[in-house]
């Protein structure tokens, strides 16, 4: 079982950064490929990034490609996701999640996901 709890959203104006950090406490964090999610009202769990085992190997939606940066630290249980240039599309609520497997875009095939932050971008 893995707990994971974001942290990090609010309000921002468009044109600025937040950083959201998501916390898994007293787990194997290292052994698991870790992603970030968005959902807008109405609409399904969207693939944000996700990073592998170690960090090595990182995937980006196409929309947020050279905006957002993932990023983990095991010896933390931390992950992050930077997020600059933000847009009122931006706009949802983000969710970590956790899985043995590869960094995969498919929201459906992750295990564990926190209770989500929102991240709210005015235009």
């Given amino acids: 079982q893995v707990q994971l709890v974001e942290s990090g959203g609010g309000l921002v104006q468009a044109g600025g950064s937040l950083r959201l950090s998501c916390a898994a406490p007293g787990s194997t964090f290292s052994k698991y490929s870790m992603g970030w999610f968005r959902r807008a009202p109405g609409q399904e769990h969207d693939f944000v990034a996700a990073v592998s085992r170690g960090g090595s190997g990182r995937t980006y939606a196409d929309s947020v490609e050279g905006r ?4 983990r630290d095991d010896a933390k ?7 600059n ?7 949802a609520v983000y969710y970590c999640a956790a899985d043995l497997g590869p960094p995969v875009t498919d929201a459906r095939i992750y295990t564990y996901w926190g209770q989500g932050t929102q991240v709210t971008v005015s235009s």
């Fill in 68 to 71: 957002f940066t993932i990023s």
């Fill in 77 to 83: 249980n931390m992950v992050y996701l930077q997020m």
């Fill in 85 to 91: 240039s933000l847009k009122a599309e931006d706009t």
